[in-house]
């Protein structure tokens, strides 16, 4: 098994050597290529693309490596983590932005708090500040205000990506 890994290594090392060498020369004659070479160059090509489906062939006849089955698995479980982490200090964040409580975010974020704990803080602090409870005053529309929810996501949607 090794042998036959080892011969491909060393075909497709070969064939990338004597591509180089005529390249140099077509490099050497300011770029023209004479027909010998391009043919040269044309049969390479097809060797190369032989080697490379024997290599790919051979890889797939390897047994499955189970340490990095199980690497790339918590690697996958980290970075799906990350993300659920990084959106909701994100909307941690937007939540105290529209509840003009932007100092709070990274107190919230830092103690662990939820969203939802989050949002109620935000809404009381912000209904005891006014002595009224929160209203959508001015634009006449939706007298309750807009929900959280779609706060957050037009908030959201002005972050990049």
């Known amino acids: ?29 300011d770029g023209e290529i ?7 160059l044309k049969a390479m090509q097809e060797e190369g693309t032989k080697v490379s ?10 047994p499955e490596d189970a340490d990095k089955v199980r690497t790339d698995a918590v690697a996958a479980a980290v970075a799906a983590t ?13 939540t105290c932005h529209i509840g003009n409580q932007s100092a709070k975010a990274s107190a919230f974020i830092k103690d662990g708090k939820s969203l939802a ?22 634009s006449g529309s939706n007298a ?9 996501a037009r908030q959201n949607a002005r972050l990049p990506s």
């Open 82 to 94: 990350w993300r659920e982490a990084r959106d909701l200090h994100s909307n941690i964040a937007a």
């Open 117 to 138: 704990e989050v949002q109620e803080a935000v809404g009381d602090a912000k209904a005891k500040g006014s002595g009224s409870e929160l209203s959508n005053k001015g």
């Open 34 to 40: 004479t027909s010998e070479q391009e043919s040269r």
């Open 53 to 62: 489906a024997d290599l790919d062939a051979f890889a797939a006849t390897l």
């Open 144 to 152: 309750d205000g807009p929900t959280w929810d779609k706060a957050i």
């Open 1 to 29: 098994m090794q042998k036959v890994l080892m011969a491909l290594l060393d075909k497709r090392r070969a064939l990338k050597t004597e591509a180089d060498a005529i390249n140099a020369a077509i490099d050497k004659a």
